[in-house]
């Protein structure tokens, strides 16, 4: 069993920059794929990073690529997504995912695919 904790998220301007952080209990954490996904106000919720287990690959939005980055700490159970350059299109809550795949490198975008989920953090860019 895995529990997320989002946190980081709160009020940037436009062009600023703000680090999500999801805190994993479960000593499987390591092992498992991560993701971001988040919902804009009125809108469905979408895909916006991707992370192997081991780290070594990566998978981003259109939307994003470019300015944000998901990374993992391991040995803090923490995964991250940086935000820089963000616009007001980026306002949303924030949720992490973790995918169930032993040490898989596959990085998936389809949010079906993942299993455990976090209660969301908000983000809002103002112009």
Known sequence: Q???VESG??????GGSLRLSCA???RTFSNYPMAWFRQPPG??????????????????????????????DNAKNTVYLQLNSVK???T???YCAA???????FTDSTKSSYNYWGQGTQVTVSS
């Open 2 to 4: 895995v529990q997320l």
């Open 9 to 14: 998220g709160g009020l940037v301007q436009t």
């Open 24 to 26: 994993a209990s479960g």
């Open 43 to 72: 809108k469905e919720q979408e895909f916006v990073a991707a992370l192997s287990w081991s780290g070594g690959s990566t998978r981003y939005a259109d939307s994003v690529r470019g300015r944000f980055t998901i990374s993992r």
């Open 88 to 90: 007001p299109e980026d």
């Open 92 to 94: 949303a809550v924030y």
């Open 99 to 105: 995918r169930a795949a032993y040490r898989t490198e």
